[in-house]
């Protein structure tokens, strides 16, 4: 039974227009595979990079490295997400990051690049201390009716089904 003071939405019989949100599970499949993305990005250009800057020594050429590996996933993640609706993890699982509306109506489309960076900044500073990482996600369990993180909950987005 629903204690909470927001009701959960009704289950309708019929096909709604109302977007069918994302299971957690998807939602954890999309960030470990562009966690994997990432890795596999990282170390090719690491290695590529004595390859790419010929005229340095090893460690410098690597180090030139550095500041793209420090900017690819405030770039990434925001401009994907304002874009096409996800990272390439969230495309590959059909999910999508939306706009939600007032009172808790999907607009359907995708976030701007600001809201998109707002929430990559928002989750990449509680993912840096381990009990606002788990809060933040585990925010969605008890959530209603958009099972929102915290960080879709700062923009006003939600996450849902292609």
């Known amino acids: 039974m629903n204690?909470?003071?927001?009701p959960l939405p009704e289950r309708p019989s019929e096909p709604s227009d109302q977007p069918s949100l994302a299971?957690?599970?998807l939602r954890l499949s999309a960030f470990l595979i562009d966690c994997a993305l990432l890795a596999?990005?990282?170390m090719t250009l690491t290695s590529l990079a004595?390859?790419?800057?010929?005229?340095?020594?090893?460690?410098?050429?690597?180090?030139?490295?550095?500041?793209?590996?420090?900017?690819?996933?405030?770039?990434y993640s925001p401009i994907m997400t304002a874009?096409?609706?996800?990272?390439?993890g969230k495309l590959v699982c059909r999910i999508?990051?939306?706009?939600?509306?007032?009172?808790?109506?999907?607009h359907g489309g995708n976030i701007s690049y600001w809201r998109a960076l707002t929430r990559?900044?928002?989750?990449?500073?509680?993912?840096?201390?381990?009990?606002f990482l788990v809060l933040d996600h585990m925010w969605s369990f008890w959530d209603r009716p958009n099972c929102q993180c915290l960080h879709d909950k700062i923009v006003k987005s939600a996450v849902i089904m292609r």
């Open 3 to 6: 204690t909470s003071s927001t």
């Open 23 to 25: 299971s957690h599970g």
């Open 40 to 42: 596999v990005f990282t």
């Open 50 to 75: 004595p390859v790419i800057f010929v005229d340095m020594t090893e460690r410098d050429a690597r180090s030139m490295v550095v500041p793209i590996l420090l900017l690819l996933p405030f770039l």
């Open 83 to 88: 874009r096409w609706g996800g990272t390439l």
């Open 96 to 106: 999508r990051v939306v706009r939600v509306g007032i009172p808790d109506k999907y």
């Open 120 to 131: 990559h900044l928002s989750h990449a500073v509680m993912t840096a201390s381990c009990i």
